[in-house]
């Protein structure tokens, strides 16, 4: 297969850029080639097909750029952190923070989520929100934290579903003010924080 060229990837950038920017505005179902050549200034939609099969191969490479997009943010604030309390805080603190770093890349994730889950996304399959990789990561965070005694006595797998359950329920509400967003993450990195330490003899 022959590499691409510095201005082909530069415009599949721009094309999955624009895709990501009208599906966080319009939703799955109005995002078509049409309105996407328009957005990233194509002569024409051609363009857009010159580099993508159809839409769900865009989709699928969206899924992959709001990945590594997510990761950049979050995973050096996970490895700055020290012990494995302060790894699940800012797990947790960086992954809810997405809202205010990045939100259109969560939104438009959110809407190829929902059409897939619906079966209008079809070609987006297996775990395209990386959901049995990021509980299966954090489970065995846990389990090394009780191990080390950073953490207390509950079933890790059990609490490593809950707590990605409540990062994606709270993504998953809009908020324009990333104050608010900042503020969000902190208390719900409390909540975990708390419910994982371990129990402290009185005596």
């Known amino acids: 297969m022959q590499a691409m060229s510095l201005t082909e990837r530069a415009r599949r950038e721009q094309i999955v850029s624009a ?19 328009r957005h990233a ?13 159809d839409k769900q191969d865009l989709l699928a490479e ?46 438009a994730l959110r809407e190829v989520l929902a059409a897939s889950a619906s079966g209008s996304a079809p070609g987006v399959e297996g775990d395209p929100a990386g959901l049995v990789s990021r509980v299966s990561t ?16 509950f079933d890790p797998a059990v609490m490593a579903l809950a707590v990605t359950g409540a990062v994606d329920a709270l993504v998953a509400v809009p908020l324009a003010d990333p104050d608010e967003v900042r503020h969000r993450a902190r208390e719900l990195a409390d909540v975990f924080d708390r419910a994982t330490a371990p129990v402290r003899d009185p005596r």
């Open 62 to 107: 969206v899924l992959t750029t709001t990945a590594r997009v997510a990761g950049g943010h979050m995973g050096p604030r996970i490895e700055a952190a020290s012990g494995h309390r302060g790894r699940l805080r800012a797990r947790i603190e960086s992954n809810v923070e997405l809202l205010a770093v990045a939100p259109s890349h969560v939104r």
């Open 19 to 37: 895709a990501i920017e009208v599906l966080a505005r319009n939703g799955h179902a109005a995002t078509t080639f049409t309105r996407i050549a």
């Open 41 to 53: 200034g194509l002569s024409s939609t051609g363009v857009i097909s010159y580099h993508f099969a």
């Open 138 to 153: 954090l489970e065995e965070g846990l389990r090394d934290g009780q191990r080390d005694g950073a953490f207390g006595a």
